[in-house]
């Protein structure tokens, strides 16, 4: 069986745990450390430690989230300080009923004979200012306001990451519904043209058509359930390519040069499924043209933790290419890498009158297991 490092909501019981029995094992060690306190002084620090405890959960549990994170603010800081208020009140009342307090707890005693070198000291030595009679109570005050402090940035910290991962969650299934969008998107006029350009193979050259039946039905099967999953194998996504490609071609004039390099070797990164293909989809519907020759470049290099794509096309004179309304459009396409990736990627995107060209590398990538 293994045993794992506790994290999310156990993570934070145990640190909480953790923090209390520190807070409570303290007391004894200055207690064995040092002989001028008695017993008097552990049950206090005890009392002490659970009024602590009550009053940052009281904060952490209620008071922030009920109150403060409500817009009550003003009754979140009077019921706070009204809370610290009856704590230190129970405290002195304790204090009072349950703890002897000597004249001055042993602190400034002289010993009763002098033992040591050189001349006794007089009886009535000088001695130096007590603390006030009240100081116990001003420092138990300011430190359950501390604590209630603390309690307070801790859940708001909390709050936020909360708020983070609740965000970063409704980006990724906006990824996911894009991600369905795009395969939708491998437009009804792809199918349209490419079953019509299969039934003329079938007629005129039935083994190119049996061919191509078996392309479309793999560039499906992929779409329907291999992108199911966020990241799929880098060779599954460089096949899924090299299926849409060649059905793709039956669609092309001589007029189009098409060159294509895809690696012959992968480490079998994992990636997440489509990630060419908008640019890859829009090189074809805006760099090709039936009128003046035209070309499409494509390629895909490897490296043990990273990918290079390049896509580069000629302007087909049919509009500016991945504007908002082809594919899912440039800005959700770099929205999604910037999602997935952070600072891992680099995408390049360059366009003149002729040329149109995309660059994107992705690094810090690792093998499926």
């Given at each position: 069986m293994k045993l794992g490092l506790p994290s999310g909501r156990n993570l934070k019981i145990s640190l909480h745990i953790l923090v209390w029995v520190g807070f409570f094992i303290l007391p004894i060690y200055i207690f064995y450390v040092d002989s001028q306190y008695d017993s008097s002084f552990l049950f206090r620090s005890y009392i002490q430690t659970a009024a602590y405890a009550l009053v940052f959960y009281l904060n952490y549990l209620w008071l922030t989230p009920g109150l403060f994170f409500r817009k009550k603010k003003l009754l979140y800081f009077v019921g706070t300080v009204s809370m610290v208020v009856?704590?230190?009140?129970?405290?002195e009342i304790t204090d009072r009923y349950t703890i002897p307090h000597p004249e001055d707890m042993g602190r400034f005693d002289r010993p009763p004979s002098w033992q040591g070198p050189g001349p006794r000291p007089p009886d009535n030595p000088p001695?130096?200012?007590?603390?006030?009679?009240n100081w116990p109570t001003y420092n138990f005050i300011m430190t359950n306001l501390l604590i209630s402090g603390l309690s307070l940035g801790l859940r708001f910290s909390e709050k936020l990451i909360q708020n983070e991962k609740e965000k970063r969650e409704t980006e990724k299934e906006k990824l996911r519904t894009e991600l369905a969008f795009l395969k939708s998107q491998i437009n009804p006029h792809f199918f349209f043209n490419t079953l019509n350009n299969i039934y003329s193979l079938v007629v005129s050259n039935p083994n190119e058509g049996q061919k191509a039946i078996l392309?479309?039905?793999k560039l499906m099967r992929y779409l329907l359930y291999d992108t199911e999953h966020n990241y799929a194998k880098l060779s599954q996504e460089i096949?899924?390519?090299?299926n849409y490609l060649e059905l793709m071609k039956l669609r092309l004039s001589n007029k189009v040069k098409l060159t294509v390099t895809f690696p012959e070797k992968c480490f079998d990164l994992?990636?997440?499924?489509?990630?060419?293909?908008?640019f890859i989809e829009n090189a074809f519907k805006h760099g090709i043209s039936y009128r003046k020759?035209?070309?499409?470049?494509?390629?895909?290099?490897?490296?043990?933790?990273?990918?290079?794509?390049?896509?580069?096309?000629?302007?087909?004179?049919?509009?500016?290419?991945?504007?908002?309304?082809?594919g899912i459009g440039l800005e959700n396409v770099k929205k999604r890498l910037a999602l997935l990736f952070h600072d891992n990627h680099r995408l390049t995107i360059?366009?003149?009158?002729?040329?149109?060209?995309?660059?994107?590398?992705?690094?810090?990538l690792h093998e499926e297991s």
């Open positions: 009856i704590m230190t009140v129970c405290m001695e130096g200012p007590r603390p006030s009679k392309q479309l039905s096949d899924f390519l090299k994992s990636i997440p499924p489509l990630i060419f293909l908008p020759p035209s070309y499409i470049f494509i390629l895909i290099s490897v490296h043990p933790e990273s990918v290079y794509f390049e896509c580069k096309n000629s302007q087909g004179g049919q509009g500016e290419t991945l504007k908002s309304d082809s360059n366009s003149t009158d002729d040329d149109f060209e995309v660059t994107l590398t992705i690094q810090r």
